[in-house]
């Protein structure tokens, strides 16, 4: 991991940008520490770091303040990452059966999500390695946020991470309801009720395949970017229960 950036951001919280081989990311820390802080995972979509950097960075000084370390990493085929071909066309094959108000079927799901797992996973758990060697940083982990087939996958594969709150609203291929039935770590699971991007009976089978005996559904009324205050103060809490 090599550090390329570094500021203090005006809520007390140091944010650095880095590096992982080819990967860019960002960690969010409280500016002066007493004691190591557990450590929250940010999920994002495929949108790219620097086009959610708003949110994302809300999130983190968010839970900076509710005294944790707080990281993310760029997608693959995402933001300054080279593109992927395969990625792209998926992408492309589903904005098409979209538009013409066609369903997403398994195989453009399946073709879009499960390479970006299978990539995607392994990169989070090098930079999990990565930052629990730095000072300041110790466990217990956490994960937050999407797409949610890669905190579903991470919470199967990678025992460091103890609790997870999981966004619904990405497409979710039949692997991944057969390896939530594995999950057994704590969930929150927020779910705007009026997506207009997810399939709501999707989420809600997914919600009821995990294995864990402590999941919580928080429903809300409104589209993909309406999420009330109240439902990111519930997850920082759920966090707090399960980090502290």
């Known amino acids: 991991m090599r550090f390329t950036s570094e500021r203090r951001l005006d809520e007390?919280?140091?944010e650095r940008e880095f590096t992982l081989g080819e990967i860019p990311g960002i960690l969010w820390?409280?500016?002066s520490v007493s004691a190591p802080a557990p450590l929250i995972l940010l999920g994002l979509p495929l949108l790219g770091l620097r086009k959610m950097y708003p949110r994302l960075a809300a999130r983190a000084r968010h839970a900076v303040a509710d005294g944790f370390a707080a990281a993310t990493i760029e997608l693959p085929g995402s933001g300054d990452r080279?593109?992927?071909g395969a990625i792209e066309q998926a992408r492309a094959d589903m904005r098409r059966a979209l538009e013409a108000g066609e369903p997403v079927g398994d195989e453009i799901i399946d073709a879009l999500v499960l390479p970006l797992v299978d990539k995607a996973v392994p990169e989070w758990?090098?930079?999990l390695d990565a930052l629990l060697s730095l000072?300041?940083?110790g466990g217990p982990v956490g994960y937050s946020g999407g797409v949610i087939s890669i905190g579903v996958r991470l919470a199967v594969v990678e025992p460091r991470i103890v609790a997870a709150g999981l966004?619904?609203?990405s497409f979710i291929p039949r692997t991944t309801l057969e390896e939530a039935r594995q999950v057994t770590i704590p969930l929150h699971v927020l779910l705007?009720?009026?997506d207009e991007g997810n399939d709501r009976q999707a989420a809600?089978?997914?919600f009821d395949a995990f294995g864990s005996k402590e999941k919580t559904l928080q429903a809300n009324m409104g589209g993909h970017t309406g999420v009330p205050q109240f439902a990111g103060d519930a997850a920082a809490q759920f966090f707090t229960r399960h980090l502290k």
Do not use: E, K, Y
């Open 12 to 14: 007390g919280v140091l």
């Open 29 to 31: 820390t409280p500016a």
């Open 82 to 84: 080279p593109r992927w």
């Open 125 to 127: 758990q090098a930079a």
């Open 135 to 137: 000072p300041g940083i």
């Open 167 to 169: 966004f619904a609203g």
């Open 192 to 194: 705007q009720w009026d």
């Open 204 to 206: 809600l089978d997914l």
